[in-house]
């Protein structure tokens, strides 16, 4: 059984930063997803079993996400934080790069980033 666990979620103002991890109980393709209050869960970015990474168009720019092989941990920096990026961030696993973006089988508890304005 895959297991995810996040953490580094909490408040920042706008315009600030914050780096969320997730720490996976071995090696995936690994994703971040989000889902902000009345929305529906929506892609950020994967890491493929190679560590290359994906975005969402909109956030490309501002979020990155990488991988400590070490540590089995993966990490989504993020950049310019605005009110819209309010949201469960959840952590996602998958046993191929393609279904990590679209269906991931394993999924972490989330954890919540409030940007202030």
């Known amino acids: 059984q895959v297991q995810l666990v996040e953490s580094g979620g909490g408040l920042v103002q706008a315009g600030g930063s914050l780096r969320i991890s997730c720490a996976a109980s071995?090696?995936?393709?690994m994703g971040w997803f989000r889902q902000a209050p009345g929305k529906e869960r929506e892609f950020v970015a994967a890491?493929?079993?190679?560590?290359?990474?994906t975005y969402a168009d909109s956030l490309k720019g501002r979020f990155t996400i990488s991988r400590d092989s070490a540590k089995n941990t993966v990490y989504l920096q993020m950049n310019g934080l605005q009110s819209e990026d309010t949201a469960v961030y959840y952590c996602?696993?998958?046993?191929?790069?393609?279904?990590?973006?679209?269906?991931?089988?394993?999924w972490g508890q989330g954890t919540q980033v409030t940007v202030s304005s």
């Open positions: 071995g090696r995936y393709p």
């Open positions: 890491i493929t079993w190679t560590d290359g990474t």
């Open positions: 996602a696993a998958a046993n191929s790069n393609y279904d990590v973006q679209v269906r991931p089988r394993y």
